[in-house]
């Protein structure tokens, strides 16, 4: 019974460490980009509504709450923040004026460019250092992790 019970503490420790390595690890990639935001007045729910809107031009309010799994309330604000500083562009669906198309200005590419670029520099890197094998085992940790 007692080496089932060290042998739980010790899993319960692994477990510990790779928690404290995401909490380090989120730390450090988001770092540089809320830096960036807050001189903006922005914070990383922009950055999500960016990014978002940035990989899927003319993306719907209802795609982009179902992408970010937010309610219609919490995205409201920062969405309009974000059409008022210009740095998103909204226009009506070609075939239901109801339906609000959202995609990014100019300023809106520039901005999202530099925060996320900054993220993609630092896996670049980290991946280029452990290579294709390490980063696959990263990519299906973190997608078995992202399953509902």
Do not use: C
């Not at 960016?50 to 219609?72: A, E, Q, T």
């Amino acid at each position: 019974m007692a080496d089932i019970n060290n042998s739980l503490l010790a899993r319960e420790d692994e477990l510990n460490q790779a928690l404290v390595l995401l909490h380090f690890a989120f730390r450090a990639v988001i770092a540089r980009p809320d830096a960036i935001l807050d001189s903006h007045g922005l914070s990383r729910v922009h950055h999500r509504i960016l990014y978002f809107v940035g990989r899927n031009p003319n993306l719907s309010v209802n795609d982009l709450l179902k992408i970010l799994g937010v309610s219609r309330q919490s995205l409201n604000g920062p969405l309009q923040q974000l059409i008022e500083m210009s740095l998103i562009q909204t226009e009506p669906d070609k075939h239901d004026s109801r339906i609000k198309r959202l995609s990014l200005s100019k300023s809106g590419q520039s901005l999202e460019t530099i925060l996320s670029g900054d993220q993609r520099q630092r896996f670049a890197k980290v991946f280029s250092e452990l290579g294709s094998k390490d980063e696959a085992a990263w990519r299906r940790v973190m997608a078995r992790l992202a399953e509902k």
